[in-house]
């Protein structure tokens, strides 16, 4: 560490359980996403500190409005982060460069910031996304436990080779406003495509915040990353999430 105490980043390969944990412990949905993912780590003078996820989201479609093949494009779907002192800002955008050194044949990511949570984006907005608008209205499904599940993941008889992980019959539907969506080009010729689409970026409801977890109420410029009272995890667990093995 410097004389100024600034924490050493480092971005590389993350474990399926390192990411699996990170997900469940320290994302406000604590649910790792089940499609196919691309799973980086950050840590912090080698202490393990979470991840950022990249898939293909919920419908491959996701980059066919702009153009794109499935594989050229994904969307960013967990910044799951303990207590740390890096910028957010940082470890994206340091995630992002990862991603597209290892995959350069990607050239647009979408995200979304979800206005339920009390998010409106403000970390995309702080690093230049372009913002294109809102999705459509969805119903979501929240089950006996409080846990907020996607439409395509309810059903009347619990499937795995179906990804059907909850039983209609056990949750309350729930209609969601329509998510806020994000576009970061990856190259010039993207870049110049996509400019068109551009509108004003939205600003923060407060009224949106109130009755939110701790979490879910903290400045969206920092979405995933829970107050240092929730962080639970232990120096050992630290330490094995670091000896695991550069994911496949």
Request: charged share 25%; hydrophobic share 40%; aromatic share 8%.
């Amino acid at each position: 560490m410097s004389s100024t105490n600034k924490p050493v980043l480092r971005i590389d390969w993350a474990t399926h359980e390192a990411a699996s944990y990170a997900c469940l412990n320290w994302h406000y949905s604590k649910r790792m996403p089940r499609f196919k993912l691309v799973k980086i780590g950050a840590w912090e003078n080698d202490k393990f500190i979470g991840v950022v996820l990249f898939g293909w989201g919920a419908t491959p479609a996701l980059v066919k409005p702009y153009g794109l093949k499935m594989t050229q494009g994904c969307e960013l779907t967990r910044i799951a982060l303990k207590e740390h002192k890096s910028p957010v800002s940082k470890i994206m955008s340091l995630a992002i460069k990862f991603l597209k050194k290892s995959n350069p044949g990607i050239r647009l990511i979408v995200s979304f910031a979800d206005p339920a949570q009390g998010h409106h984006g403000g970390i995309y907005q702080a690093t230049n996304w372009i913002y294109t608008g809102k999705s459509v209205d969805t119903i979501n499904y929240t089950d006996k436990e409080g846990r907020s599940w996607h439409a395509r993941n309810v059903g009347f008889k619990v499937s795995k080779a179906k990804q059907i992980m909850v039983k209609k019959s056990e949750c309350i539907a729930v209609k969601s406003p329509g998510k806020l969506r994000y576009l970061m080009p990856l190259d010039k010729e993207m870049s110049i495509k996509i400019a068109p689409l551009a509108k004003p970026y939205p600003k923060r409801v407060k009224q949106a915040m109130t009755g939110l977890q701790p979490e879910q109420r903290r400045s969206d410029t920092d979405p995933p990353a829970p107050f240092t009272s929730n962080v639970i995890a232990s120096e050992q667990t630290d330490k094995l999430l670091i000896s695991l093995k550069k994911a496949a």
